[in-house]
């Protein structure tokens, strides 16, 4: 049966086997199949991650400074050159995802992660240090963008907020599980085994990363016509949905497509709008327990008092990635979310109470995750073709954070909390001018693509060189408003 149009709305109403309608209560139940079975892989994978890359921030309130004779910028520099590795490496990781197959790729490169975050804990000198966090930061390059990119192959963008907020809440709960862990268990270990307290973080959570990644070989699965859990029928129904709801085809590499990730316009307009969310993000993930201490709390319950603004930030990443899927809205969730962390940062940057201080940092974290949960979700689903996809994501993830290296001289000392403060402000003020423009100009770009398709005689070979064309295509809607 040939293609018909609607002229009268320009909508396509195309009568192909991969627009037929699809059964909602179906489709929901195949993607329930894959959140148990995809979803907790990822999520462990990256929480453990986020704890290699933040564990400094821990180890320095409960002596690293003192016994590895850090001294003037060094714990900064220490912080920020994890990124600079890890910004390098993002693009031709991504790429690598499309010439070997993702589970050994990912297995290669954590194990390396693994051995490098270990032998940390033999580390007590800047130079040692300094070294493991490079190695460290190159291999980790491979997770972040290679997941989100992993994330948009298996589920319809309509349906993956909700996902990616699961996935960037790992983040938070890392916050979570690695405070209890020193509360109760890590600073009561020093000297034990000639080793302190602080360098036994570094080698438990070693440990534990080497485990989790032998177990991880079991559990990635590299496509969706691979999946064992899935039958023929689940597979066909669930790449239907995909190609449905993002008309996409390109899935093979080819080196025109890596070029146009780096011409297109869009991926730097979404690199800047995310270094505004990932400077204020990482520098609370470096410097909140250093933060909440200079509130005034021991340095042990400064570590148990930043529980709470990260479960709080837990719950409201997952609320707005649910209220953005539920309603198909990206944009205005990113602003608002970026609001609420500029009130937060507002209030610690005036306050002279401890107690109204520690309400600011509620407010700051709550934002500053959501918005980057909803924000992952908008830029991943904004390219059409897996390759020109996979190395956009890491173009803009590789740019935004690059905000860690900024963020690691945002709070220098006490004295100079309020430019910290300042800057983050300013960082989320940026953030929403920029979203705002991209929505109108996406808007804009969606009603050119309306307009070309009206009065188009819309035929099987015209579709399959507009399907070539990937996201410039008549067919394909930029995400904008939703």
Request: proline fraction near 3%.
């Amino acid at each position: 049966m040939s293609p018909r149009q609607n002229q009268n709305s320009g909508e396509l109403k195309l009568l192909d086997p991969e627009k037929r309608p699809l059964d909602e209560v179906e489709l929901r139940r195949v993607l329930r199949k894959l959140d148990y079975h995809i979803l907790p892989i990822v999520v462990l994978l990256y929480l453990l991650a986020f704890l290699d890359r933040g564990n400094v921030g821990n180890a320095k309130i409960l002596g690293m400074v003192e016994d590895a004779n850090l001294t003037g910028l060094s714990y900064n520099i220490l912080s920020a050159v994890f990124f600079i590795p890890y910004c390098i490496g993002e693009v031709p990781s991504n790429i690598m995802l499309k010439i070997v197959r993702p589970s050994r790729w990912r297995e290669l490169i954590y194990d390396i992660q693994c051995t490098s975050v270990t032998l940390m804990c033999l580390c007590n000198s800047f130079r040692s240090l300094l070294i493991a966090r490079l190695f460290v930061g190159l291999t980790e390059s491979a997770l972040s963008p290679g997941i989100l990119f992993y994330l948009s192959t298996w589920y319809p963008r309509r349906y993956l907020a909700w996902r990616v907020g699961v996935y960037v809440t790992a983040s938070v709960l890392a916050g979570e599980a690695l405070l209890k862990l020193r509360r109760y268990g890590i600073e009561r270990m020093d000297n034990l085994g000639g080793l302190h307290g602080w360098q036994w973080i570094f080698g438990l959570e070693g440990i534990v990363t080497v485990l989790v990644g032998l177990i991880s070989l079991f559990f990635i699965h590299d496509s969706v016509q691979s999946a064992n859990f899935l039958t023929i029928s689940e597979k066909d129904y669930l790449q239907r949905a995909i190609a449905r709801d993002s008309s996409e085809v390109l899935v093979h590499l080819d080196r025109k497509f890596i070029w146009q990730a780096f011409k297109d316009y869009r991926t730097y307009i979404h690199s800047l709008c995310f270094l505004g969310i990932m400077i204020p993000l990482y520098s609370l993930a470096l410097f909140l327990p250093t933060l909440v201490h200079e509130l005034g709390y021991r340095a042990i319950d400064a570590q148990l008092f930043t529980v709470p603004p990260y479960a709080l930030s837990c719950v409201c990443t997952l609320v707005c990635a649910y209220i953005s899927d539920r309603l198909n809205l990206r944009g205005p969730l990113i602003i608002f979310a970026a609001l609420l962390g500029i009130i937060g940062f507002i209030i610690l940057l005036c306050s002279s109470s401890s107690t109204l201080g520690y309400i600011g940092m509620f407010f700051a974290t709550a934002g500053v995750f959501s918005a980057d949960a909803v924000f992952c979700t908008w830029f991943s689903t904004a390219y059409s073709g897996e390759t020109k996809r996979a190395v956009a994501i890491a173009i803009i993830n590789g740019a935004g954070n690059l905000g860690g290296v900024l963020a690691s001289f945002v709070y220098i000392n006490s004295k100079s909390f309020y430019i910290g403060y300042s800057v983050n402000i300013g960082c989320l003020a940026a953030t929403i001018l920029v979203t705002g423009f991209m929505i109108w100009e996406f808007n804009r770009a969606n009603r050119l693509k309306e307009r070309q398709c009206v009065g188009t005689d819309i035929t099987v070979e015209l579709k399959a060189e507009w399907k070539n064309m990937g996201d410039r295509s008549p067919l394909f809607r930029f995400a904008a408003l939703y």
